[in-house]
């Protein structure tokens, strides 16, 4: 699979993304290893935009590591700007996993209270409602089942 080929309207998108990030990955006196392919690799899986810093004064030698980068991959590249190479590849798909046993979380519900005068707006208050909470009719948030005692501590009281 060769490298991706991108518009220049999407190359300018993603130069834009990249102004921002620090380098990742960075290429020093032993140049392109496999330790260095492995690092690149899972940060590119990882973020997708990822920056290279390559410690090297050679101009030509930096514009064949980025093509060959590029090229071995199968990333797009973006930007080289000094001693600064911009990759870009898609994300891959993850799997979510569904956790059966799993409850439900936090949410924010907003409640609306009435003014007794007709003409005022209604007073807007955003609530966050745990799992094992429930919101009543009124607006109150209560727990969803009671506390339930054991036999034995209910004996001792």
């Known amino acids: ?3 991706i080929q991108l518009t220049p309207a999407q190359r300018k998108e993603h130069r834009a993304n990249a102004h921002h990030l620090d380098p990742v990955v960075m290429i ?6 496999p330790a260095v392919r492995k690092e690149t690799d899972a940060a590119l899986a990882a973020h997708g935009l ?3 810093r390559v410690f090297s004064d050679d101009r030509v030698g930096r514009e064949a590591l980025f093509q060959a980068i590029a090229e071995e991959l199968h990333a ?6 000094g001693k600064l190479l911009v990759l870009w590849r898609p994300l891959p798909d993850r799997e979510k996993t569904l956790d059966e046993d799993r409850k439900p979380g936090p949410r924010d519900v907003k409640v609306l209270k009435y003014s ?5 707006r209604p007073e807007v208050r955003t609530l966050r409602v745990l799992g094992n909470q429930r919101l009543t009719p009124g607006g109150q948030i209560k727990r969803a089942k009671p506390k339930t005692v054991s036999i034995k501590k209910r004996s001792q009281s």
């Open 50 to 52: 990822i920056k290279i």
């Open 76 to 81: 797009a590249p973006i930007q080289h700007i």
């Open 1 to 3: 699979m060769p490298q």
């Open 116 to 120: 007794k005068r007709g003409g005022q």
């Open 28 to 33: 020093g006196s032993d140049g392109w290893n």
